[in-house]
């Protein structure tokens, strides 16, 4: 039995955190996308394109529907040419907040016979997903592989921007611009909170390598944030430092007066 090698996924923390709404298999794309060419060492360049195959892809995300990937990915790849992300930055001139919209990708073909698409990046979302020398994001992309919510998804990796932290709280009128819901989506916060948010948390807990929890916090009587507790599933629990006060009670409770290594017995 042969086990799949997994596939590092590395994006700009500006870009994880950049307003745009996507469906989940244009998510899956992007994402694989930009393995691809981590794992191929060829790099982005707006003029190269990155191929996926379909067999490929079905692979990478078990949940696609089977017997109708290439169809999938010819859908959401023209969909995907008509998006735009939002990009919050700052302007080199005056070091004033700028707001930039650009699109995905700028090129997008189809194979049909060999089941294949081929995208080509802008320039702007390259720059975002190669120059990390100061922020960045990394995670195994079959941690998301499983996932079927968009908001799953990207919940995640803005939580897993934060798991040596291990929390975060995010505000509601952020994390609805962030995820580009309109107004009249979702216009209860407790539909907002049940929908996107408690489903998101679900598929995080049964499908990554994280546990996360989270508490609404309220400003007067109406909820305006989530506090999120991040951890890692494989993470070893903190050995205990005993004070010296501590463990001379320890000590006095066992009866004895000195041991040569108290962190054999503790």
């Not at 992007?30 to 692979?59: N, W």
Request: aromatic fraction near 10%; include cysteine; charged fraction near 30%.
């Amino acid at each position: 039995m042969t086990h799949q090698k997994p596939e590092l996924l590395v994006k700009s923390n500006r870009l994880i955190e950049a307003s745009y709404r996507l469906t989940l298999n244009e998510q899956r794309i992007i994402l694989y996308a930009i393995c691809r060419s981590r794992e191929e060492q060829k790099g982005l360049f707006p003029d190269q394109p990155v191929v996926i195959t379909a067999d490929a892809f079905a692979s990478q995300f078990p949940a696609a529907k089977k017997g109708h990937v290439y169809q999938q990915l010819k859908e959401a790849m023209a969909a995907l040419y008509d998006r735009s992300v939002t990009l919050y930055e700052t302007d080199e001139d005056t070091g004033l907040p700028q707001v930039s919209t650009t699109r995905w990708i700028s090129k997008a073909s189809y194979i049909d016979g060999a089941g294949r698409i081929k995208i080509v990046f802008t320039a702007d979302v390259i720059k975002y997903i190669t120059r990390l020398e100061r922020e960045f994001t990394s995670y195994q992309l079959e941690k998301v592989g499983n996932m079927t919510s968009f908001y799953a998804v990207r919940l995640y990796e803005l939580l897993a921007q934060n798991r040596e932290i291990g929390s975060r709280a995010l505000s509601l009128t952020w994390l609805r611009e962030t995820f580009q819901i309109e107004p009249n989506e979702y216009k209860l916060t407790a539909d907002f909170k049940k929908w996107i948010i408690d489903a998101a948390v679900k598929q995080i807990n049964d499908h990554s390598d994280l546990t996360v929890k989270y508490e609404p916090k309220k400003t007067g009587r109406a909820i305006t944030d989530f506090v999120f507790k991040i951890k890692a599933k494989d993470a070893k629990p903190k050995r205990q430092v005993l004070t010296d006060q501590q463990l001379r009670e320890q000590l006095e409770a066992r009866g004895q007066q000195r041991i040569d290594d108290p962190a054999a017995e503790f």
